[in-house]
């Protein structure tokens, strides 16, 4: 399995932005499918997106319409965009790889985002 790192969290203000990226430390071009989830305290794990080896991305609810997932098969990295973040949006943010029955793999050790002002 590959190993995952996050990186790009940190302090924003609601209404900013920030850019997560997970970077592998091997080839993602044969890792069906990659995903950013967040959990913050005292709540349940929160899948957000997803994205597979085809570039087919999908997102739930708490994504829709502010985040955008993106993955590069050559750099074996994976991004997710985060606009218009509300203090809501804190969290420690994951990111997975996933096999075609959903089945999760590797998984990185977080990034903490805060929003706050």
């Known amino acids: 399995q590959v190993q995952l790192v996050e990186s790009g969290g940190g302090l924003v203000q609601p209404g900013g932005s920030l850019t997560l990226s997970c970077q592998a430390s091997?080839?993602?071009?044969?890792?069906?499918?990659m995903a950013w989830y967040r959990q913050a305290p005292g709540k349940q794990r929160e899948l957000l997106a997803g994205?597979?080896?085809?570039?087919?991305?999908e997102y739930e609810d708490p994504a829709k319409g502010r985040f955008t997932i993106s993955r590069d098969n050559v750099k074996n990295t994976v991004t997710l965009q985060m606009n218009s973040l509300k203090p809501d949006d804190t969290a420690v943010y994951y990111c997975?790889?996933?096999?075609?029955?959903?089945?999760?793999?590797?998984r990185g050790q977080g990034t903490q985002v805060t929003v706050s002002s």
């Open positions: 997975v790889t996933y096999n075609d029955d959903g089945d999760p793999g590797s």
């Open positions: 091997g080839s993602i071009s044969s890792i069906y499918g």
């Open positions: 994205i597979s080896v085809e570039g087919i991305a």
